[in-house]
Structures are given as structure tokens and as C-alpha cells.
Nanobody
């Protein structure tokens, strides 16, 4: 069973930085892409950043220029470097990945349990 485990959340002051990590464990034959979503209090979950196994990246307009996503395919990990944080970035951040756990199977989507990021003075 593939599992995703996030870490790195916490409380940070406005203008500060945090780095989130997400590790995939279990039978991972191939990572197609890894993504970060977030869900602010009382709002819907939204896609923040995505990285493919060819290192293509994409970002939501709200984080472009401040957040950087990366993929370590060998370690089966993704990172989200978040700079210049504002209170609007406060949310539960979720790791999502499209992974092929067997060469004989179609890829499936997996989710982590989330990590809280709070930006407040």
C-alpha cells in the first residue's frame, strides 16, 4: 500500500519561510507527478503546485514567485519551499501523488493526511 507522509508544517510569522516535505513509501514503481494542495479554514481545497517526473512545474497564481516545488524521484520525495508567507497562506497543506505501484497497473492517486501551516504574528 502506497502511503504519503507530510512534514514541516508549523507556525511562522508573516514574511517568514517554511519547507514542507512529503515522502512516499510502499511499492512505488513510478511517480507520475507529485502535488501540493491546501485547504484554508472554511474554504475548498485548492491546487498550489505540481511537479512531474520530467521536472516540469506549475503553480497557482497566488503562490507563483514565492513557492518552489521540487521532486527527488530517487528518494520518492517532494518538497515545497514557501517564502514570503502571508496570513492568506494559512491552511492545511496536503501532498498528493499520482503513482504507478506496479508496471502492470494504471497509476492511482494518493493523499497524505495533511500538515497545518499557520502564518500569524
Amino acid at each position: 500500500q502506497v502511503q504519503l507522509l507530510e512534514s514541516g508544517g508549523g507556525l511562522v510569522q508573516p514574511g517568514g519561510s517554511l519547507r514542507l516535505s512529503c515522502a512516499a513509501s510502499g511499492p512505488v514503481a513510478r511517480i507520475i507527478n507529485m502535488n501540493w494542495y491546501r485547504q484554508p479554514p472554511g474554504k475548498q481545497r485548492e491546487l498550489v503546485a505540481t511537479v512531474t517526473n520530467t521536472a516540469n512545474t506549475d503553480y497557482s497564481d497566488s503562490v507563483k514567485g514565492r513557492f518552489t516545488i521540487s521532486l527527488d524521484d530517487a528518494q520518492k520525495m517532494t518538497y515545497l519551499q514557501m517564502n514570503s508567507l502571508t496570513p492568506d497562506d494559512t491552511a492545511v497543506y496536503y501532498c498528493n501523488a499520482r503513482i504507478q505501484w506496479s508496471p502492470l497497473r494504471n497509476p492511482s492517486d494518493y493523499w497524505g493526511q495533511g500538515t497545518q501551516v499557520t502564518v500569524s504574528s
